[in-house]
Protein backbone atom coordinates (compact mmCIF):
# COMPACT_ATOMS: atom_id res chain seq x y z
CA UNK A 1 0.00 0.00 0.00
CA UNK A 2 1.09 3.57 -0.98
CA UNK A 3 0.05 6.26 1.54
CA UNK A 4 0.00 9.54 0.77
CA UNK A 5 -0.96 12.11 3.12
CA UNK A 6 -1.62 15.90 1.58
CA UNK A 7 -1.80 18.38 4.58
CA UNK A 8 -3.00 22.01 3.65
CA UNK A 9 -5.90 21.42 1.13
CA UNK A 10 -8.18 24.11 1.71
CA UNK A 11 -11.50 22.18 3.79
CA UNK A 12 -14.66 24.70 4.05
CA UNK A 13 -16.58 23.43 6.49
CA UNK A 14 -13.34 23.84 8.86
CA UNK A 15 -12.00 27.21 7.22
CA UNK A 16 -14.66 29.44 6.21
CA UNK A 17 -15.12 30.73 9.82
CA UNK A 18 -12.42 29.17 11.85
CA UNK A 19 -10.73 31.76 13.56
CA UNK A 20 -6.63 30.70 14.09
CA UNK A 21 -5.57 31.33 17.14
CA UNK A 22 -2.08 32.68 17.87
CA UNK A 23 0.61 30.59 16.90
CA UNK A 24 -0.82 27.69 15.31
CA UNK A 25 0.88 28.53 11.77
CA UNK A 26 3.93 26.92 12.72
CA UNK A 27 2.67 24.01 14.32
CA UNK A 28 1.61 21.70 11.54
CA UNK A 29 2.64 18.48 12.63
CA UNK A 30 0.70 18.80 15.79
CA UNK A 31 -2.35 20.14 14.59
CA UNK A 32 -3.41 23.27 13.64
CA UNK A 33 -5.37 24.81 16.88
CA UNK A 34 -8.68 26.19 15.29
CA UNK A 35 -12.33 25.48 16.74
CA UNK A 36 -14.29 24.47 13.51
CA UNK A 37 -17.26 24.30 16.68
CA UNK A 38 -16.66 28.46 15.86
CA UNK A 39 -18.38 27.96 12.59
CA UNK A 40 -22.67 27.77 13.78
CA UNK A 41 -23.49 25.25 11.16
CA UNK A 42 -20.37 23.06 12.41
CA UNK A 43 -22.17 23.56 15.53
CA UNK A 44 -25.12 22.93 14.43
CA UNK A 45 -23.84 19.59 12.95
CA UNK A 46 -22.80 18.39 16.16
CA UNK A 47 -26.06 18.97 17.95
CA UNK A 48 -27.16 16.25 15.38
CA UNK A 49 -25.00 13.71 16.91
CA UNK A 50 -26.38 13.36 19.96
CA UNK A 51 -27.10 8.73 19.22
CA UNK A 52 -26.14 6.64 16.72
CA UNK A 53 -23.37 8.23 14.18
CA UNK A 54 -25.26 6.65 11.55
CA UNK A 55 -28.40 8.59 12.47
CA UNK A 56 -26.36 12.07 12.64
CA UNK A 57 -25.46 11.78 9.22
CA UNK A 58 -28.86 10.89 7.88
CA UNK A 59 -30.10 14.05 9.73
CA UNK A 60 -27.38 16.24 8.42
CA UNK A 61 -28.30 15.36 4.74
CA UNK A 62 -32.31 15.75 5.57
CA UNK A 63 -31.67 19.17 7.21
CA UNK A 64 -29.22 20.39 4.36
CA UNK A 65 -26.27 20.93 7.85
CA UNK A 66 -23.52 19.17 4.95
CA UNK A 67 -20.84 22.67 5.72
CA UNK A 68 -18.10 20.34 3.78
CA UNK A 69 -20.01 20.56 0.75
CA UNK A 70 -17.63 22.34 -1.77
CA UNK A 71 -20.07 22.21 -3.93
CA UNK A 72 -17.81 21.12 -6.73
CA UNK A 73 -14.55 18.58 -7.05
CA UNK A 74 -12.15 18.79 -4.26
CA UNK A 75 -9.47 21.06 -5.98
CA UNK A 76 -6.72 18.50 -5.54
CA UNK A 77 -8.17 15.70 -7.39
CA UNK A 78 -8.92 18.00 -10.27
CA UNK A 79 -5.35 18.94 -10.56
CA UNK A 80 -4.17 14.87 -9.86
CA UNK A 81 -6.71 14.12 -12.71
CA UNK A 82 -5.34 16.42 -15.17
CA UNK A 83 -1.87 15.53 -14.12
CA UNK A 84 -2.57 11.77 -14.85
CA UNK A 85 -0.60 10.59 -11.94
CA UNK A 86 -3.54 8.65 -10.14
CA UNK A 87 -3.73 4.87 -10.40
CA UNK A 88 -6.45 3.74 -12.85
CA UNK A 89 -8.27 0.68 -12.57
CA UNK A 90 -10.91 0.35 -9.83
CA UNK A 91 -11.40 3.47 -6.99
CA UNK A 92 -13.05 4.01 -4.41
CA UNK A 93 -14.72 7.11 -2.55
CA UNK A 94 -16.15 6.67 0.75
CA UNK A 95 -18.43 8.59 2.32
CA UNK A 96 -18.73 10.25 -0.91
CA UNK A 97 -21.25 12.55 0.23
CA UNK A 98 -23.01 14.52 -3.09
CA UNK A 99 -20.25 12.61 -4.97
CA UNK A 100 -18.38 15.89 -6.67
CA UNK A 101 -14.81 13.86 -6.58
CA UNK A 102 -16.51 10.31 -7.55
CA UNK A 103 -17.70 11.85 -10.84
CA UNK A 104 -14.43 14.03 -11.13
CA UNK A 105 -12.70 11.00 -10.85
CA UNK A 106 -14.76 8.73 -13.40
CA UNK A 107 -13.68 7.69 -16.90
CA UNK A 108 -13.19 4.66 -19.23
CA UNK A 109 -9.95 3.49 -17.70
CA UNK A 110 -10.75 4.35 -13.75
CA UNK A 111 -14.51 3.01 -12.57
CA UNK A 112 -15.24 4.82 -9.53
CA UNK A 113 -17.40 3.40 -6.60
CA UNK A 114 -18.95 6.25 -4.24
CA UNK A 115 -20.39 5.29 -0.84
CA UNK A 116 -22.16 6.78 1.90
CA UNK A 117 -23.69 5.60 4.21
CA UNK A 118 -26.80 8.24 4.03
CA UNK A 119 -29.40 7.25 1.90
CA UNK A 120 -30.61 10.34 1.33
CA UNK A 121 -26.71 11.60 0.35
CA UNK A 122 -26.46 8.73 -2.18
CA UNK A 123 -30.06 9.45 -3.98
CA UNK A 124 -28.88 12.87 -4.04
CA UNK A 125 -25.81 12.11 -5.23
CA UNK A 126 -27.39 10.11 -8.39
CA UNK A 127 -29.98 12.94 -8.73
CA UNK A 128 -27.57 15.05 -10.10
CA UNK A 129 -25.01 13.08 -11.81
CA UNK A 130 -27.08 9.93 -13.50
CA UNK A 131 -26.86 11.78 -17.39
CA UNK A 132 -23.19 12.52 -17.26
CA UNK A 133 -21.44 11.68 -20.23
CA UNK A 134 -19.40 9.36 -17.67
CA UNK A 135 -22.27 7.68 -15.56
CA UNK A 136 -21.11 4.38 -16.97
CA UNK A 137 -18.17 4.75 -14.97
CA UNK A 138 -19.26 5.54 -11.75
CA UNK A 139 -21.80 4.33 -9.20
CA UNK A 140 -23.36 4.88 -5.70
CA UNK A 141 -23.91 2.65 -3.21
CA UNK A 142 -25.69 3.24 0.08
CA UNK A 143 -23.76 1.34 2.09
CA UNK A 144 -21.41 1.18 6.01
CA UNK A 145 -17.73 1.33 4.92
CA UNK A 146 -17.14 -0.89 7.64
CA UNK A 147 -19.60 -3.49 6.70
CA UNK A 148 -19.37 -3.19 3.07
CA UNK A 149 -17.43 -6.68 1.30
CA UNK A 150 -16.70 -5.62 -2.42
CA UNK A 151 -16.25 -8.03 -5.19
CA UNK A 152 -12.92 -6.74 -6.06
CA UNK A 153 -10.71 -4.98 -4.27
CA UNK A 154 -9.48 -1.08 -5.40
CA UNK A 155 -6.29 0.40 -6.84
CA UNK A 156 -7.61 3.77 -5.63
CA UNK A 157 -9.22 5.05 -2.69
CA UNK A 158 -9.52 8.47 -1.97
CA UNK A 159 -10.91 9.42 1.63
CA UNK A 160 -11.60 13.26 1.68
CA UNK A 161 -12.50 14.50 5.15
CA UNK A 162 -14.40 10.87 5.84
CA UNK A 163 -11.23 9.77 7.99
CA UNK A 164 -11.19 13.22 10.28
CA UNK A 165 -15.40 12.70 10.57
CA UNK A 166 -15.67 9.43 12.37
CA UNK A 167 -15.12 9.24 15.89
CA UNK A 168 -11.59 8.69 16.78
CA UNK A 169 -12.62 5.38 18.34
CA UNK A 170 -13.27 4.23 14.81
CA UNK A 171 -9.93 4.76 13.39
CA UNK A 172 -8.52 1.42 13.56
CA UNK A 173 -11.37 -0.28 12.27
CA UNK A 174 -10.37 2.64 10.00
CA UNK A 175 -7.26 1.41 8.59
CA UNK A 176 -7.99 -1.90 8.80
CA UNK A 177 -10.65 -1.42 6.70
CA UNK A 178 -8.55 0.39 3.92
CA UNK A 179 -6.44 -2.38 4.44
CA UNK A 180 -8.98 -4.64 3.26
CA UNK A 181 -10.48 -3.06 0.87
CA UNK A 182 -7.46 -2.06 -1.18
CA UNK A 183 -5.17 -4.21 -3.64
CA UNK A 184 -1.35 -4.74 -1.90
CA UNK A 185 -0.07 -2.03 -4.51
CA UNK A 186 -2.91 0.47 -4.28
CA UNK A 187 -2.97 3.79 -3.43
CA UNK A 188 -4.26 5.51 -0.31
CA UNK A 189 -4.70 9.05 -1.25
CA UNK A 190 -6.25 10.72 2.83
CA UNK A 191 -6.65 14.63 3.08
CA UNK A 192 -6.79 15.67 6.05
CA UNK A 193 -7.44 18.89 7.83
CA UNK A 194 -5.44 19.09 11.39
CA UNK A 195 -7.05 20.77 13.95
CA UNK A 196 -6.09 20.09 17.68
CA UNK A 197 -7.12 21.24 20.99
CA UNK A 198 -10.92 21.25 20.47
CA UNK A 199 -13.65 19.92 21.73
CA UNK A 200 -16.01 16.66 20.37
CA UNK A 201 -16.67 16.51 16.69
CA UNK A 202 -17.09 15.74 13.59
CA UNK A 203 -14.83 16.54 12.80
CA UNK A 204 -12.57 15.32 15.33
CA UNK A 205 -8.97 16.51 16.61
CA UNK A 206 -6.04 14.37 14.09
CA UNK A 207 -2.39 14.57 14.15
CA UNK A 208 -0.30 13.38 11.07
CA UNK A 209 0.81 10.55 13.01
CA UNK A 210 -2.64 9.03 12.72
C1 LIG B 1 -17.70 15.19 6.22
S1 LIG B 1 -18.70 14.37 5.08
C2 LIG B 1 -17.65 14.34 3.62
C3 LIG B 1 -18.42 14.11 2.34
C4 LIG B 1 -17.60 14.16 1.05
N1 LIG B 1 -16.38 13.39 1.14
C5 LIG B 1 -17.32 15.57 0.65
O1 LIG B 1 -16.18 15.99 0.80
O2 LIG B 1 -18.23 16.28 0.20
C6 LIG B 1 -18.61 12.67 5.65
C7 LIG B 1 -19.53 11.75 4.88
O3 LIG B 1 -19.28 10.42 5.34
C8 LIG B 1 -20.51 9.73 5.40
N2 LIG B 1 -20.30 8.61 6.36
C9 LIG B 1 -20.16 8.70 7.69
N3 LIG B 1 -19.97 7.47 8.23
C10 LIG B 1 -19.97 6.59 7.19
C11 LIG B 1 -19.79 5.19 7.08
N4 LIG B 1 -19.60 4.41 8.18
N5 LIG B 1 -19.84 4.62 5.86
C12 LIG B 1 -20.04 5.39 4.75
N6 LIG B 1 -20.22 6.71 4.79
C13 LIG B 1 -20.18 7.33 5.99
C14 LIG B 1 -21.52 10.79 5.85
O4 LIG B 1 -22.85 10.46 5.53
C15 LIG B 1 -21.01 12.01 5.09
O5 LIG B 1 -21.65 12.15 3.84
Known amino acids: MRALSRVGEPVRW ?57 GKPTPVIEHLVRSGTLPKGRALVPGCGMGYDVVALACPERFVVGLDVSDLAIKKAKQWSSSLPNADYFTFLAEDFFKWIPSEQFDLIFDYTFFCALDPSLRVAWAETVNRLLKPDGELLTLIYLISDQEGGPPYNNTVAE
Open 14 to 70: LASRARPRRGMGSSAAAGGRRDPGENPKVGRLRELFTGDAADGWEKSWEFGVTPWDL
